[in-house]
């Protein structure tokens, strides 16, 4: 079976380094820059706390064109970056294989199978994904997994590791099926969802609260936790995804104190040890100087909001500034 891992970052790194090492796969990476020299000669380095895993894929290169069709594509650069790899994607899925989607926030192929199927302007803006390669070769992702680029090509895991798939509409597809197993044969514990938008805006409880204060602030999760006045800000942005989801048809408030408690353990799932020191995906960019997925977990919440009518004061408050930090490091 030929996998790629589109994008050798945080979580493509990590899943370049469990399928690697499980060995049941026929593994390409598509990187570029640092991080594909770096693969090229040393392999992709992988820490956990258990152990040190370095996996040689059987072909890095930094054109996709270059790679036979895949039966599964991992994609998981960020999301301003995925336009301008739509047809790159398309080749690699070729005539009967499927991409999944691994980001933070609202993808771009969220209003696939709704009323009124359309790109979303603030995600691809172009439509290259929406018409290159199409809602219906894709499979979404979301990560519950703490990871971050700590050399080229060395990525460090810190906890957590729950990935959940599904299909954009809905159904558990064979496809969805088998790429479960070959993630479970590899040690992730991932799953299949009947309802995908539901399990985004559940992490997106997360991911708006955390990843916009983090990299407000650059304190890690712990040092939002130990904040009473940020807290409350957190709290303020996660009854706004509340709000909105309903309004999307998604009732996410039986999970809001589990991403409350998640919180104040310093990003830790529940039944994990608490973690310190923890950079979620935003506060790691700013630190790094590169440009923000502020749309995909914020702009486009706001944007659904206002498609419903229905307030989100925190987000309104919170996007301006975060579009700022955004321009300041493009």
């Known amino acids: 079976m030929r996998v790629c891992i589109f994008g050798a970052g945080a979580v493509g790194g990590y899943l370049a380094g469990r399928l690697g090492q499980a060995g049941h796969v026929e593994l390409s990476v598509v990187a570029r820059g640092a991080q594909k020299l770096a693969i090229e000669r040393d392999g992709v380095r992988l820490h956990t706390p258990s ?17 036979p069709e895949q039966d599964f594509t991992f994609v998981t650069v ?3 970056a995925q336009p301008a790899i739509a047809k790159e994607v398309r080749h690699l899925v070729g005539a009967t294989g499927h991409a999944i989607f691994a980001a933070n926030g609202v993808p771009w192929w969220w209003k696939h199978g709704t009323a009124e199927p359309a790109a979303l302007s603030l995600l691809d803006p172009e439509g290259r994904l929406w018409n290159d390669l199409t809602p219906e070769r894709v499979l979404g992702c979301v990560v519950y997994s703490a990871n971050e680029v700590i050399a080229p090509g060395t990525v460090r895991h810190l906890g957590n590791n729950r990935w959940v798939l599904g299909e954009p509409d809905g159904m558990l597809s064979a496809r969805l099926q088998a790429t479960v197993e070959v993630l ?13 938008r539901k399990e985004i805006w559940a992490k997106l409880l997360r991911n708006a609260s955390i990843n916009s204060l983090c990299a407000l602030t650059r304190l890690p999760v712990d040092g939002l936790a130990a904040d009473p006045e940020l807290l409350a800000q957190a709290e303020a942005l996660v009854e706004d995804i509340v709000v909105v989801a309903r309004s999307q048809g998604s009732d996410v408030s039986q999970q809001l104190s589990a991403a409350r408690e998640q919180l104040r353990r310093g990003g830790a799932e529940a039944g994990t040890a ?6 979620p995906s935003m506060l790691q960019d700013v630190l ?6 502020v749309e995909a977990i914020v702009g486009q919440v706001q944007a659904l909001a206002r498609e419903s009518g229905v307030a989100c004061p925190a987000i309104d408050a919170i996007l301006p500034i975060l579009r ?3 321009r300041s490091l493009i």
């Open 51 to 67: 152990e040190t895993i370095t996996v040689h894929p059987a072909r890095v290169t930094g054109n996709a064109l270059e790679l």
């Open 78 to 80: 960020k999301v301003g």
């Open 184 to 196: 479970r044969q590899a040690g992730i514990h991932a799953e299949a969802s009947p309802d995908l």
């Open 274 to 279: 608490p973690v310190r020191g923890l950079r």
């Open 288 to 293: 790094a100087g590169r440009p923000l997925e």
């Open 324 to 326: 700022g930090l955004n």
